[in-house]
């Protein structure tokens, strides 16, 4: 049984947004500092990925742990209300997901996930995005963002 009346479980699923979340302002940010340009919302692309970087060939999903059913303690909390529902409704995002993956891979993109819990470490999250990200394209014909912080003068 829904705590919610229709009328008022429509407004609450109404303010859940599917672009320019928090989660995803904060990779975008991230990213931007660490010199990479982007494109947003890939309509073009299988799953219209949030951040699509044509260069590296390479996209970025940001995920919500709960709603695309992550492996972590927020994701893997079951509903207690409507769990019927819930629960078929998050597998079909995890098989919709997997299936863009896959579509995306075979026509040549890279897939990256980020997770909403991961965004709590920022550093690591840096690292594993410069590590997945770094191969391939160059950064809006600026020198590798891994090697300015390293100090690394840009003609060396």
């Not at 699509?52 to 893997?76: E, Q, S």
């Not at 509903?79 to 919709?96: D, F, L, S, V």
Request: aromatic share 6%.
């Amino acid at each position: 049984m829904d705590v919610f009346t229709p009328v008022e479980r429509s407004a609450v699923m109404a303010r859940v947004r599917g672009k320019n979340t928090a989660p995803e302002m904060q990779v975008r940010r991230l990213l931007h500092r660490l010199g990479f340009r982007y494109r947003l919302h890939g309509r073009d692309l299988p799953g219209s990925p949030d951040l699509v970087l044509p260069k590296r060939r390479a996209v970025v999903f940001v995920h919500g742990c709960f709603w695309h059913g992550h492996d972590c303690p927020r994701g893997a909390r079951a509903p207690k209300q409507n769990a019927a529902y819930w629960t078929a409704k998050i597998g079909r995002n995890r098989m919709r997901d997997a299936d863009v993956a896959g579509r995306l891979a075979a026509a040549g993109w890279r897939v990256l996930t980020v997770w909403e819990c991961e965004l709590k470490d920022d550093a690591a999250l840096a690292v594993r995005l410069l590590q997945a990200l770094s191969d391939g394209g160059g950064v809006s014909g600026r020198a590798d963002p891994a090697r300015r912080r390293a100090g690394t003068p840009h003609n060396a």
